[in-house]
T-cell receptor
Framework: GENVEQHPSTLSVQEGDSAVIKCTYS??????FPWYKQELGKGPQLIID???NVGEKKDQRIAVTLNKTAKHFSLHITETQPEDSAVYFC???????????WGAGTKLIIKP | GAGVSQSPSNKVTEKGKDVELRCDPI?????LYWYRQSLGQGLEFLIY????????KSGLPSDRFSAERTGGSVSTLTIQRTQQEDSAVYLC???????????FGEGSRLTVL
């Protein structure tokens, strides 16, 4: 079955710098890759997703890149702000499947 | 309401007691998921509902755990004879079929003393 590995487990960056979180997946048939952000005391919330027919997707300061050959995808956050501090989860799934396979999460700390 | 609603938000119970956790999904969402999140950990899948049926219960950790969904809406997760290792945040999510964005509630924090 699918397995998703996420690195690093903790990332500390200076406010204004960029942050990159990486995930690898095992099932080459997976074709949907979302990223969720979980703030303290709240449930995760979708921030961006990408499908396998696209190599990159951007939404303001957030971007996701996908390398199908290498089976990895990354979340890029530019010009980090204090409100970016949270735990970020990547996931992978076949579009025909109901279940997301989750990474273990990355705690992002933005230093003032 | 506009979002997924879970109750109670916090529950403290004694070992051996039964607990019920409730999830009110977004109206019209046919898919409903329960996850467990231990402190500082990732998301552990428990069960998935499509409508009122649960085609995948594979994540339920033991037969002390059960869940049901009625009217294609509200779901209840029941834990019998709670143990200390059941202490965690239980998250519910719903989506409008699949593939679809998961909308999560804020979770029910369970503490078993």
């Amino acid at each position: 079955g699918e397995n998703v590995e996420q690195h690093p487990s903790t990332l500390s960056v200076q406010e204004g710098d960029s942050a990159v979180i990486k995930c690898t997946y095992s099932d080459s048939a997976s074709n949907y890759f979302p990223w969720y952000k979980q703030e303290l005391g709240k449930g995760p919330q979708l921030i961006i997703d990408i499908r396998s027919n696209v190599g990159e997707k951007k939404d303001q300061r957030i971007a996701v890149t996908l390398n199908k050959t290498a089976k990895h995808f990354s979340l890029h956050i530019t010009e980090t702000q204090p409100e970016d501090s949270a735990v970020y989860f990547c996931a992978a799934r076949l579009d025909s499947n109901y279940q997301l396979i989750w990474g273990a999460g990355t705690k992002l700390i933005i230093k003032p | 309401g506009a979002g997924v609603s879970q109750s109670p938000s916090n529950k403290v119970t004694e070992k051996g007691k039964d607990v019920e956790l409730r999830c009110d999904p977004i109206s019209g969402h046919t898919a409903l998921y329960w996850y467990r999140q231990s402190l500082g950990q990732g998301l552990e899948f428990l069960i998935y509902f499509q409508g009122n049926s649960a085609p995948d219960k594979s994540g339920l950790p033991s037969d002390r755990f059960s869940a049901e969904r009625t009217g294609g809406s509200v779901s209840t997760l029941t834990i019998q004879r709670t143990q200390q290792e059941d202490s965690a945040v239980y998250l519910c999510a719903s989506s409008q079929g699949f593939p679809g964005e998961l909308f999560f509630g804020e979770g029910s924090r369970l503490t078993v003393l």
